[in-house]
Nanobody, 121 residues
Framework: QVQLVESGGGLVQPGGSLRLSCAAS????????MGWYRQAPGKERERVAL???????DYIDSVKGRFTISRDDAKNTVYLQMNSLKPEDTAVYYC???????????????WGQGTLVTVSS
């Protein structure tokens, strides 16, 4: 009923920038929390950043000052601006939304398909 489509991944040199986007579509009434997670080869998936509907944001320590999460509720889209990228940022990045469906009072968790970010010279 809800789909998340991510875009913006790719190959970038250390110190470079990328901007990820994640657009939600479907039977959406509202979206509460929007977040970005990542999973590097051989590692657990970790939450990178999240943004609440009111605009409050939270980041893991390793990306503070380099990554910025933002949202456009009119477009049901969340963004992740990644600057000063490092090789250790290489991972598959997933977006995650807590979505309230039309006609329901409950929230459902929805994941995107993932987009690969590779930081290498």
């Amino acid at each position: 009923q809800v789909q998340l489509v991510e875009s913006g991944g790719g190959l970038v040199q250390p110190g470079g920038s990328l901007r990820l986007s994640c657009a939600a579509s479907g039977n959406i009434f509202s979206i509460n929390t929007m977040g970005w997670y990542r999973q590097a080869p051989g590692k657990e998936r970790e939450r990178v950043a999240l943004i609440l509907r009111g605009g409050h944001t939270d980041y893991i320590d390793s990306v503070k000052g380099r990554f910025t999460i933002s949202r456009d509720d009119a477009k049901n889209t969340v963004y992740l601006q990644m600057n000063s990228l490092k090789p250790e940022d290489t991972a598959v990045y997933y977006c995650n939304n807590m979505v309230q469906l039309v006609g329901s009072s409950r929230y459902v968790e929805v994941w995107g398909q993932g987009t690969l970010v590779t930081v290498s010279s």
